[in-house]
């Protein structure tokens, strides 16, 4: 990508150098061979994050660096942006009205966690391995027309060639609620009704699973004070980032930026 074909970008009378959009431009996605695609929303996003730091350095702020994550620290420009938003942009906490108001727009919106009756037939492979992939895929495919002959057939197959331990059981897991299985094995039981058997095997770290639904109870619906914290700062959240918006978007009209488009600027960080 070469930088004269692109114009100078510039905020406020700070030109921003071209190396910083390039950096920035390997962290967007664009079509082959439409390398201005990624371009624009790297300009985009840099000048967006120089008029937040122009912002904070005109109210003087300073921000120690905090650690986001094992072993990883903010930047000095990321502590100052986020100092800048936590003075610029506040809520108040809403109020029990507003939450109530919420839940009981659809209070079967907030159950608690489902439960899970389930067997599988696991045929183990190393799912890194495109050959050997997709040669156990294709045993998978042979064992699950076997499973599905009788109705003791699926336990039949799991007890003679199921490579995990509840080949024991037939296959049986016992019973499983979210989080309690890896999250490929977790979508196909959410998927999946009572008796229903999976369309296709299931690709996991494990190897491919024949998965069956033995049973499911949904969570029941929980009562007002068990949600109302989650919902609380749910709304809190979702009033920040609406007022985080429309702070950059004065921001934006107040300033004066050539070399780019800010009306396709993607948003700020969002509350943490």
Do not use: Y
């Amino acid at each position: 990508m070469h930088a004269a074909l692109f114009p100078d970008l510039v905020v406020n009378g700070e030109t921003v150098p071209h190396a910083l959009v390039a950096a920035e431009a390997q962290n967007h996605s664009a079509p082959k061979g439409k390398p201005g695609i990624a371009w624009r929303k790297a300009a985009n996003a840099v000048a967006m994050r120089t008029l937040l730091l122009q912002e904070a350095q005109s109210r003087g702020l300073s921000s120690v660096p905090q650690e986001v994550g094992p072993g990883r620290s903010e930047t000095e420009e990321e502590a100052l942006i986020r100092g800048l938003l936590e003075i610029a942009v506040t809520v108040d906490a809403p109020g029990e009205e507003a939450v109530r108001s919420e839940w009981e727009r659809d209070p079967s919106r907030f159950r608690a966690p489902p439960l899970w009756e389930v067997s599988h037939i696991l045929v183990a492979c190393d799912s890194s391995d495109e050959v050997e992939r997709e040669a156990t895929r294709t045993l998978a495919q042979s064992l699950m027309s076997n499973a599905l002959k009788d109705s003791r057939g699926f336990a039949r197959v799991a007890r003679e060639q199921s490579d995990c331990g509840s080949s024991t059981a037939g296959g049986v897991l016992g019973q499983l609620g979210p989080g309690d299985t890896v999250p490929e094995f977790e979508v196909a039981l959410r998927s999946l009704q009572e008796g229903e058997v999976s369309a296709e095997p299931v690709l996991t770290r494990h190897g491919w699973h024949l998965i069956r639904m033995d049973a499911k109870a949904e969570g029941a619906v929980l009562p007002f004070d068990a949600v109302q914290q989650k919902i609380s700062e749910a709304l809190e959240k979702a009033a920040w980032t609406k007022a985080a918006k429309n702070f950059v978007d004065d921001l934006v009209s107040a300033a004066e930026i050539s070399g780019v488009d800010m009306r396709q600027a993607p948003g700020v960080a969002t509350k943490r």
